[in-house]
C-alpha cells in the first residue's frame, strides 16, 4: 500500500509541473519557429506539357525568408492563363495576371505523350498504352 502511494504522489507531482514545461517549451518552440521563418529560402518548380490532352501547367515559387514570390498557369485549349503572386508578412496577393485566347477546345492526341518536369522529381515522358486496358499509359522515361 506505501508503495502505491509513494508511486501516485510522484505522478501527481511529475503532472502538476508539465504545464510549467509545456510554457517553456512552448515560448521555445515559438522562437525558433520565429527564426526558422524569418531564415527560410527555397527555389521549386514544375511543368507538365500533356500533348495527349491538349493542355499544360506550370508553377514556380521562391521563398526568401518571410517573402514567397512565384507563378502558376494553364492552358485547356481555349485559354492560357499566367498569375504571378506574392506573399508575406501582408498576405497572399495576386501582382499581375494574363489571359490569351488559343483556341476552340483541347484537341485528343492518341498518339502524343504528356512530359512531366519538376525540380525534385527530374523529367519523364508517358504515352498511350492500347496494348493494357487497365494501365492506359505508359512510362517511356526521356
Known sequence: MFKFV???????????AAPLNDEIDQEEKLRLEKEQNESAQYQFGSQVV??????KI???????GTKVTGSYSYNDGFVER??????????????????EVVGDGPVFNPQ???DVEGSLIGKYS???????????Y?????
Do not use: F, P
Open 50 to 55: 500533356d500533348g495527349i490532352n491538349d493542355g
Open 6 to 16: 509513494l508511486i501516485a504522489s510522484l505522478l501527481v507531482s511529475v503532472a502538476l
Open 126 to 136: 508517358i504515352k498511350l498504352d492500347r496494348t493494357d486496358d487497365d494501365k492506359h
Open 82 to 99: 499566367t498569375v504571378h503572386y506574392e506573399a508575406d508578412e501582408n498576405g497572399y496577393r495576386v501582382v499581375k495576371e494574363d489571359m
Open 58 to 64: 506550370q508553377r514556380e515559387e521562391t521563398r526568401e
Open 112 to 114: 502524343g505523350q504528356a
Open 138 to 142: 505508359k512510362d517511356i522515361h526521356a
